[in-house]
């Protein structure tokens, strides 16, 4: 939905532009993520996620085509939080047993 708003209006470049934002936004959130250890990760992780609406938000109001953009390195940052903080609680708060509940095939 946000190429057939975007690249009318201010081309494919511009649209790749913005989705590389996102890219970069993700690894800056990753990098932040690993450096930053909350008590309640999953809790750190959904606030995090409350800049998801920023993209959008920035397209629906015709803004600038930097704005967007901008927009998509915060929501990239907040994403690559999320998957940090997600899978650490996976891999620290559920068993193993319940992660792989069936075992290895015996293969002799």
């Given at each position: 939905m946000a190429a057939g708003v975007i690249v009318p209006e201010h081309g494919a470049r511009s649209f790749g532009l913005i989705n590389a934002a996102l890219g970069a936004g993700t690894v800056i959130g990753g990098l932040l993520a690993i450096r930053y250890k909350p008590e309640r990760p999953l809790a750190a992780g959904a606030v995090a996620m409350l800049a998801y609406?920023?993209?959008?938000?920035?397209?629906?109001?015709?803004?600038?085509v930097w704005v967007p953009a901008a927009a998509q390195v915060?929501?990239?940052a907040g994403i690559g939080v999320w998957g940090v903080m997600w899978a650490t609680s996976v891999q620290t708060q559920v068993p193993g047993e319940m992660l792989n509940p069936h075992p290895a095939p015996d293969r002799r």
């Open positions: 609406p920023l993209y959008p938000l920035g397209i629906v109001l015709g803004l600038p915060v929501v990239g």
